[in-house]
Nanobody, 123 residues
Framework: QVQLVESGGGLVQAGGSLRLSCAAS????????MGWFRQAPGKEREFVAG????????LYADSVKGRFTISRDNTKNTVSLQMNSLKPEDTAVYYC????????????????WGQGTQVTVSS
């Protein structure tokens, strides 16, 4: 099993920044990549960004490219999401996830999920 704990959510004004962190523990060696997803009220959970543990290769949703940056610290088993130039439409619960199946962009590619952290961007 892998346990994931997110932190860093909160309330910020449009144009501001937040940094989310995800601490992974347990059998993390069974996972190949980490991802961030988000879910706004009444909407499906959507992919935001992903990163591979070994190579550091990253993928981003078009809606966040150039504004968000995902990074990892293999020594601490942590993944972070730096969010800049935040917009009201970024408001959602953000989830950290870990997977190994190779399908980074979709929910089914992840076996483990955190509890989520709320991000609210006011206009």
């Amino acid at each position: 099993q892998v346990q994931l704990v997110e932190s860093g959510g909160g309330l910020v004004q449009a144009g501001g920044s937040l940094r989310l962190s995800c601490a992974a523990s347990g059998r993390t060696f069974n996972t190949h990549y980490m991802g961030w997803f988000r879910q706004a009220p009444g909407k499906e959970r959507e992919f935001v960004a992903g990163i591979w543990w070994s190579s550091g290769r990253t993928l981003y949703a078009d809606s966040v490219k150039g504004r968000f940056t995902i990074s990892r610290d293999n020594t601490k088993n942590t993944v972070s999401l730096q969010m800049n130039s935040l917009k009201p439409e970024d408001t959602a619960v953000y989830y950290c996830a870990a997977g190994r199946s190779g399908i980074v962009l979709v929910r089914t590619g992840y076996e483990y999920w955190g509890q989520g952290t709320q991000v609210t961007v006011s206009s």
